[in-house]
């Protein structure tokens, strides 16, 4: 994956942006200055790449406005600019066309699509449809091999009419051509059943999208070709800048699942 293997990545989450219900009236290059070191931060303790999502941002709907667009493109591009060599996806709340038209125009490597890629859930701000319709469009128009990762049942959304998780992501792949899948579970228990349960049935990558601690990601990794992390490695708040310490622990059980 990627040309990695089981590969870590961490999740850059900028201050709110411009034109978000929470921005703060700071600017872009103080925006800039927060992202890069939270890049370099990961990068120092061996991370392959990073997520970046405009978290902060507040309660959205699922279509997002053109600032947002502007905002993340101009991070995603610098991002890239300063470390080439670490692997960039982009997840822009919660808008997949979106994701997609920032990541070609920044040349990242991946797009994420948290909620939803396929079938509909209900969510804080509403219902959110999937998009893979919409995507896949835009990715023809743009003659695009943005590879597209897609998260199947992302539990802080409600599904409008679940079927069983392996059916979703089966048909999420043979289907909606999504070229690797996001799985994440309340427990870490859940996390390697849900892995067993997709198995064989697709022949795409597994990433999961969340649960990770330095205590279980060994463990985890058996089951996965990759993880993504956020809260543990943030002092359990997303809200905070990266722990060096936290990140040192992690990537050192992320080595030892490789060894």
């Known amino acids: 994956m990627f040309g990695k293997k ?27 200055d927060y992202t890069l070191n939270e890049a370099g931060t990961l990068q120092k303790y061996g991370f392959d790449g990073y997520i970046l999502q405009n978290f902060a941002d507040g309660p959205v709907k699922q279509r997002c406005g053109p600032e947002t667009v502007a905002c993340m493109t101009a991070l995603a591009t ?52 999937g998009q893979c319709v919409e995507v896949l469009e835009l990715k023809k128009k743009l003659g695009s091999k943005m590879p597209i990762y897609a998260d199947i049942y992302e539990f802080h959304g409600t599904p409008a ?37 997709v198995r064989g049935l697709v022949e795409v990558p597994l990433i999961l999208g969340g649960g990770t601690t330095g205590d279980n990601v060994y463990e985890l990794l058996q089951h996965y ?29 992320v080595e030892r699942a490789r060894a």
């Open 78 to 129: 610098r991002l890239k600019a300063a470390f080439p060599e670490m692997i960039q996806g982009i997840l822009v709340n919660w808008d997949g066309v979106a994701s997609l038209a920032v990541a070609e125009a920044a040349g990242s490597d991946f797009v994420r699509v948290e909620h939803v890629y396929t079938r509909a859930e209900m969510t804080l701000c509403g219902m959110i449809e």
């Open 161 to 197: 009419y679940p079927i069983p998780l392996p059916q979703n992501a089966f048909e999420t792949v043979t289907g909606a051509h999504a070229d690797g899948l996001l799985l994440s579970a309340p427990t870490p228990e859940k996390s390697i059943e849900y892995a067993q349960s």
């Open 225 to 253: 070709d990759g993880v993504c992390v956020g809260a543990w490695i943030k002092n359990g708040s997303l809200q905070n800048p990266v722990d060096p310490e936290r990140a040192n622990r992690y990537m050192a059980e």
């Open 6 to 32: 089981k590969i870590a990545l961490g999740m850059v989450q900028p201050p709110p942006l411009p034109g978000s219900y929470l921005y703060d009236g700071r600017g872009m290059e103080a925006i800039l």
